[in-house]
Each structure stands twice: as C-alpha cells, then as structure tokens.
C-alpha cells in the first residue's frame, strides 16, 4: 500500500506536464536516432568486499517513440554478482520534459532470479533534475517501485558535481534475494567528473549503501553490514 501511495504521488505531481495535448509530442517527432551511454562504470572500494559497478542504457527510435534497454549490477571481488537487473521498455513521449515507459524487468545475478512487469514515467523536474518513478509486478505476486533522481551541478565548462539517489521499496519479503517488506534501501552519491570531451569524463566519487528495516535484518543474519560508505573512481561515456 505504502508503494502505491508513494508512486500516485510521484504521479500526481508530475500530472501538469503529463496532461498536454499528444499532438505536441507527435509535432517534434523526427527521423530514426540511437544512443548509449555508460552512466556509471567504476571501482568502488573502501569497504570490504571492494567491487565493481555498472550503470548503462541504450535507445534507438524517434522523437515520440522509442525502445530502451537499461542494465546495471555490481560485481564483487569474491565473484558475486548483486542487484543484476535489466530492462526492456518502450517508451512513448508524453510532452516535451517527461515520457511513459512499459515493459520488462529481470533480475540475473547471484540471487534468485525475478522477472517483472514495469510501468513508469521519466523526464525532467525544474531546475533540470532528471527523474525516474516506476512500479513493478513479478511473476510471483510481488510488487515493487523505484524512485531515482539525479542533478547535474557545472562547476565549470569542464568540471560537473553529480548528487544521486536511487530509493527501492517492495510490497513483500523476498529471502531468496535478500530483501525485506517496506523501503528496502538507499543508494546514494556523489560524483565530480572531468569532461575531457563531452563524451567522456573520468570522475571520482563517495557512495552510500543503506539496507533499511526487515532488509536490514536479513542482511545481518549473513553478517552484511546495513550500510556501507565506499569511494568511487570511473568513467562516463556516452555515443
């Protein structure tokens, strides 16, 4: 119930710019386009195990109407791989800051595999903040939501801080991966990168890592810390 709640807010509040005329969408469509881009691809040590992360999505299509595909996990140095998940989405342009994406989510990793039904929007708040908010429905009768944001702060022509924050909440426990009921966790960062040129930058950073409530709990049950600080050091790099 605490999902749904959440995700009609996130809704409701982006409802004024949800609600323009589909012709406008339709009067800025053009010809075929693709792009890639790699918006994490780092180290992160710090804290034990140290790891390696990556964050990435494709699309191909035109102004109005487009396919994506988004992958991201973390691969640890004892081999494990943790929150592996992979998406497949249409995506259909409501207005000129925020779109509706349908489709597909799997979870692959060293867990218990999950595949999902996705809805949600993304787009663009004031002030450039770009946003995501997207329900879930499993094939075994699991709900869950994820809100992210991120902001992209120009210091200078070349140098930009980057605040984000990814929020997962599920309506039911799921030991087989490790998560509880209720906002399960927080991933949080922060991140100065360099844009040698504006398709790639080195950059480095600090992360959080938070298990929150039952997830918190069964985390400590295998003798995981709930939370974790870690430095971060990659690239980003789009096409």
């Not at 992979?86 to 799997?106: I, K, P, V, W």
Request: glycine share 12%; charged share 20%; hydrophobic share 40%.
């Amino acid at each position: 119930m605490m999902i749904l709640r959440i995700c009609t807010l996130t809704l409701l509040l982006t409802a004024p710019a949800l609600a323009q005329h589909s012709h406008d969408a339709h009067a800025m469509d053009g010809g075929v386009q693709s792009h890639a881009i790699l918006e994490q691809f780092e180290g992160r040590v710090g804290a034990q195990p140290n790891g390696f992360r990556w964050h990435g999505q494709a699309w191909i299509g035109t102004d109005t109407d487009k396919l994506w595909v988004k992958s991201e996990g973390t691969v640890y140095g004892t081999g494990q791989i943790d929150d592996g998940r992979h998406e497949l989405l249409y995506n259909r342009a409501l207005s000129t800051y925020f779109d509706l994406q349908l489709g597909f989510r799997t979870d692959q990793d060293s867990g218990t595999g999950r595949s999902w039904a996705a809805a949600g929007v993304r787009g663009v708040l004031p002030y450039f903040i770009e946003t995501e908010a997207t329900l879930y429905a499993s094939d075994n009768g699991h709900y869950a939501a994820r809100l992210a944001a991120s902001y992209d702060l120009r210091l200078t022509q070349k140098l930009i801080l980057q605040p984000q924050i990814d929020v997962n909440l599920y309506s039911r426990a799921d030991p087989g991966r490790h998560i509880g009921a209720g906002l399960s966790g927080i991933d949080a960062g922060l991140r100065l990168r360099y844009e040698i040129v504006p398709e790639f930058a080195p950059y480095i950073g600090v992360v959080y890592g938070g298990r929150l409530g039952q997830t918190a709990r069964l985390a400590a049950q295998d003798g995981d810390p709930a939370t974790q600080i870690r430095f971060v050091f990659g690239i980003r790099s789009w096409f």
